[in-house]
């Protein structure tokens, strides 16, 4: 799954496990909070999720050293 996003796709996602708002996320990438949105509904359809939370969880379990 992580490798079918782009590299601003991972990086929003990294910000959302990070329990950045769309908001803040818009600010730090340069764009507008709806791109954010449209951003994240790409990337639930692209990991089968659902939910920030569910994201945000996958990209920490995937992150893990272990």
């Given at each position: 799954?992580?490798?079918a996003?782009?590299?601003?796709?991972?990086?929003?996602?990294?910000?959302?496990?990070?329990?950045?708002?769309?908001?803040?996320i818009?600010?730090?990438?340069?764009?507008?909070?709806?791109?954010?949105?449209?951003?994240?509904?790409?990337?639930?359809?692209k990991?089968?999720?659902?939910?920030?939370?569910e994201?945000?969880?996958?990209?920490?379990?995937?992150?893990?050293?272990?």
């Amino acid at each position: 799954m992580w490798k079918a996003l782009t590299a601003r796709e991972k990086r929003i996602t990294v910000l959302v496990a990070q329990g950045l708002k769309n908001d803040e996320i818009a600010g730090i990438i340069g764009t507008t909070e709806n791109m954010i949105k449209n951003y994240l509904k790409t990337i639930f359809d692209k990991t089968g999720m659902w939910t920030r939370l569910e994201l945000a969880l996958w990209h920490v379990k995937r992150s893990a050293p272990f």
